[in-house]
């Protein structure tokens, strides 16, 4: 309960440090704005006002605060703002609209998973060819830990360029991208996962004339689900990355990278920022689902913590 | 036809020679451990090469490795430049700004337990989220140059950083705590000699994950506008000229300085942290 009460501090500290950044960002446009409509601003003319310091012309115009919560274009929206732009491209629009942000999601949220599973199943075969071959281990894990440290998103351009080429376009490249972002985390913590019975686990199966198929499907399998979904996390949030880092280049027409893209080429920042908003609560969600599987099938294979 | 004959010799060979490194006798000594990844990279890259020339794939498609190499050779002053501009500037200052500011919270947070616990789940929460699509915002308010990378990385590496300090800080258990109080330590005493040492592992977690979400927050950001130089713009702009050598040449600078900087970091760590079991050989 005290936890829940010191989050929502939290969370209304965040959005009033909003509101009042917006004070500043966007005094300039709406002083010049009203000079235009007849208003009398102090002091009068855009460039005398340009090289006074935000918080100071704020002061002067106190009449002008209201104003830099409503601008239609501009440099940082109101948080209303952006939840208004939210609820009108989701829930008022139809969804073959366009203009829908559950369109552009689930053109996002479709190249995502695709790429997810492909990367995940690819990442648990290669773990369970490393966890039983010293040879696939000594070869390949040090290859897998160092892709780690390197910006393999840069890839992203090529790959969609290179597919396009060969003719492969639409949902595919997307997929590639989020495939090889989730394929190295999975690895990583599905080998750390299979490895994890110790000496004395593997012992009892010995005993137990366990064959090697029985001891992976009864001991190495389960004891590695913990660490499994704890990287299909981290590997569905680079999912998600890659499949809107995958829009970026091509000047794709749908999809939230699509409409980050737009927004940023005609100057519409409520669009942006809702879609950066779509995208987020799409990755909340994401983890969160996963994280709800996760716990169902801990408890039901009695390792909940 | 015979190149491609020969790649597939040579895989099985690479294949046969490190099957009989690795469960030979010898496979625990360094040598071995350190020449069995290294053979694999070199098969690979043999076989890349030759299975690019007989094939004759085109260049638009896979460059071969003796290409990207004679292109990386050829255009090191580009590549310099483009790595100064892209993670020097870009990428190493946002680093340390945010990284720093990260710090610098986390320890001011730490003061309050109500703060705290009202941080940690928001910025884990946001260190999840795919803070990369901030670029054109932050790019829109900083300009082209480096200022709006830098800010890409400052916000990137701020939660990851902020969430391992304040978790390492909280790492002390109350006996440790309590022997500092007995010896009448201040709080700043009992800060430096105590908790922060003991955050350090957590601290270096978060910053070892800030490494590459700067390389890749400076080069993606790079995508939304840039000035003629920079990494990020390179790859754009060869990706469009079909000058795939030239992408591929950036994408091992990339590499490279990833995993250096990555190293970097990781020493660093090895030389604080050196009581920690993990570091024990």
Redesign the interface.
């Known amino acids: 309960m005290r936890s829940v009460l010191a989050v929502l501090t939290v969370v209304a500290a965040i959005v009033a440090i909003w509101y009042a950044a917006c004070l500043p960002m966007n005094i300039k446009g709406v002083l010049t704005e009203a000079e235009r409509a007849g208003a009398v601003v102090s002091p009068e003319g855009a460039a005398a006002r340009r090289a006074m310091s935000p918080w100071a012309l704020v002061a002067r115009n106190g009449f002008a605060i209201p104003a830099t919560w409503e601008q239609e274009r501009p440099r940082l929206p109101a948080p209303h703002q952006v939840a208004v732009e939210l609820w009108q491209t989701t829930v008022n629009k139809k969804i073959t609209s366009k203009r829908s942000l559950v369109y552009h999601g689930w053109v996002t949220l479709s190249a995502t998973l695709l790429g997810f599973a492909i990367g995940t199943g690819l990442g648990i075969l290669l773990a369970v060819g490393i966890v039983h071959s010293r040879v696939m281990d000594m070869s390949v894990m040090p290859w897998a830990i160092v892709s780690q440290t390197i910006p393999i998103i840069a890839l992203a351009p090529m790959i969609i360029v290179v597919l396009y080429s060969v003719g492969v376009q639409g949902i595919i490249p997307k997929a590639v991208i989020s495939a090889y972002l989730s394929f190295f985390p999975v690895v990583v913590g599905m080998v750390k996962g299979l490895r994890s019975p110790g000496p004395m686990q593997l012992d009892l199966l010995k005993t137990y004339f366990a064959s090697g198929g029985q001891v992976f499907w009864k001991l190495r399998l389960p004891a590695s689900m913990p660490y499994l979904f704890a990287s299909l996390k981290i590997g569905i949030a680079a999912s998600l990355v890659g499949a809107i880092v995958g829009e970026l280049p091509t000047g794709a027409v749908a999809g939230l990278g699509a409409r980050l893209l737009a927004g940023s080429y005609y100057g519409q920042t409520v669009q942006i920022w809702a879609a950066l908003f779509a995208a987020a609560i799409l990755a909340a969600c994401l983890v969160g689902l996963l994280g709800l599987i996760e716990r169902v099938t801990l408890k039901r294979m009695g390792m909940a913590a | 036809m015979m190149l491609v004959a020969l790649a597939f010799v040579l895989w099985l060979l690479g294949?046969w020679i490190?099957?009989r490194?690795?469960?030979g006798p010898v496979?625990q000594t360094r040598v071995?451990?350190l020449a069995?990844?290294l053979?694999?990279?070199a098969t690979i890259l043999l076989v890349w090469e030759l299975l690019v020339r007989g094939l004759q794939v085109p260049l638009?498609?896979?460059p071969a490795p003796s290409l990207i190499a004679a292109r990386f050779m050829a255009s090191l002053p580009i590549l310099w430049q483009d790595f100064v501009q892209t993670f020097v500037k870009g990428a190493l200052s946002g680093y340390l700004i945010g990284c720093s500011a990260a710090f610098l919270m986390a320890v001011a947070v730490d003061r309050s337990d109500?703060?705290?616990?009202?941080?940690l789940?928001?910025g884990n929460?946001v260190a999840?989220?795919?803070i990369?699509?901030?670029a054109?915002?932050l790019?829109?308010?900083f300009g082209f140059d480096w200022q709006s990378k830098a800010a890409v990385v400052v916000v990137m590496v701020f939660f990851p950083v902020l969430v391992n300090t304040v978790a390492g800080l909280r790492e002390t258990s109350a006996m440790q705590r309590d022997l500092m109080e007995t010896y009448a330590a201040s709080y700043w005493q009992g800060f430096f000699k105590l908790r922060l040492p003991a955050a350090m592992p957590f601290i270096f977690n978060g910053l070892k994950i800030a490494?590459?979400l700067a390389?890749?927050g400076a080069?993606?950001a790079e995508?939304?506008?840039s000035p003629t130089v920079g990494?990020?713009f390179r790859?754009?702009t060869s990706?469009?000229q079909?000058a795939?050598d030239m992408?591929?040449a950036?994408?091992v600078v990339?590499?490279l300085a990833?995993?250096l900087?990555?190293?970097l970091v990781a020493l660093i760590e090895k030389a604080v942290t050196f009581w920690h079991p993990s570091q024990r050989g």
Do not use: D, H, K, Q
């Open positions: 294949w490190n099957t490194l690795a469960e496979a071995v451990r069995v990844p053979i694999f990279g638009v498609i896979l109500f703060l705290r616990r009202g941080l789940p928001v929460f999840a989220l795919p990369v699509g901030t054109p915002i790019v829109m308010w490494t590459t390389l890749i080069i993606v995508f939304f506008g990494m990020g790859i754009s990706v469009g079909l795939l992408v591929w950036e994408i990339a590499a990833g995993s900087f990555y190293g």
